[in-house]
């Protein structure tokens, strides 16, 4: 069950209902949850025409999705209930009592927040044992990634359980820390950081900054995250590079400790073998050769859809 049926929630509930899952999605009221079911069966409409979702998707979803006149008639009988609330600490702890007081006693609860602490939301939840953090991204239906963070009173089929879900839905689940922002929007965030900076110096207008982005490391990232990447360009140049970087922009800039260690040690990544990700040297050609096909085949995926409309 969803509480909170807007752009995320309703997402996830036609993920759900696409997966063969019973779901009903509850709001503020009755009026809310029905309006933002025709919205789903609308999108859903659309998804089709684009081949996004497949065909009779809209008719499925008009057919199961319940929309609930109330949170406690949406979680009265639920075994799994997502909170998908807006983003207020009071808006969520009034929520949460209300799932805590209607719902049954082992029904597993899970929080989308995007960056409140979950062991912050525990609080608010009666047998916290059954809580935890379900993170999914955005658009619901079209990025695998689910950030999955149990607090240590999660009980582990309680996760589990989640997990198992997440996948026959056909996320990519991944257990994160509990730690402000979790890993993605703590990445996403630092990355917006220092593009406000450039552009605040006026170093570079937003337009320059995602250009270079999406043509640069951010064509890159589908394939390869920080680590896989650093470890291919090979560490001794990161920290090369750290040296003119601090020399302008100071200690936050300075090359990481353990990085230095590293090679210091030898460690150099992919050209010494090892690196962060355990590349093996020998398959140097190997992994050049998937490098090259992915990247042609995601500069062809990109012409064939044309630039982005603004
Ligand atoms: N939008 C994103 O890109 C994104 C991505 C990942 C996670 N999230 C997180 O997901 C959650 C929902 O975000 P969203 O973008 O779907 O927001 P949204 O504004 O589209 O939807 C929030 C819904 O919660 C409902 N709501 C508000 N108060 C309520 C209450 N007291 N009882 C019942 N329903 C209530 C609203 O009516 C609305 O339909 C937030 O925690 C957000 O941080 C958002």
Known sequence: MIVGSGYMGGGMAQCLILAGYDCAIADINEETAVAAKIRLVGEARAYEQDGLFPPGSADLIEERLVAAPSIEDAVRDADYIAEVVSENLAVKEEVFGRISAAAPADAVITSNTSAIPINVLA??????????????????PFVPCVEVIPLEVTLESVT?????????????????????????????FALFQESMRMVDDGAAT?????????????????F???????????????????KSLSAAYGERYAAPASLVERVNQGNLGLKSG????????????????????????LAKLREELGPRPR
């Open 123 to 140: 609080e608010f939840v009666v047998n916290p044992e059954r809580f935890l953090g379900a993170h999914w991204m955005n658009p619901a």
């Open 274 to 297: 090892g690196g962060f990700t355990g590349m093996d040297s020998a398959k140097r050609d190997e992994i050049a050769q998937y490098r090259n096909k992915a990247y042609a085949a």
């Open 160 to 188: 589990t359980r989640v997990e198992e879900l997440l996948l026959s839905v056909g996320k990519v689940t991944t257990r994160v820390s509990d730690v402000a922002g979790f890993v993605a929007n703590r990445l996403q």
């Open 224 to 242: 390869f995250g920080p680590f896989a990447g650093a470890d291919m360009a090979g560490l001794d140049v990161y920290v090369g590079a750290y």
């Open 206 to 222: 937003p337009e320059l900054i995602d250009e270079v982005v999406s043509n640069s490391f951010g064509f890159r990232l589908p």
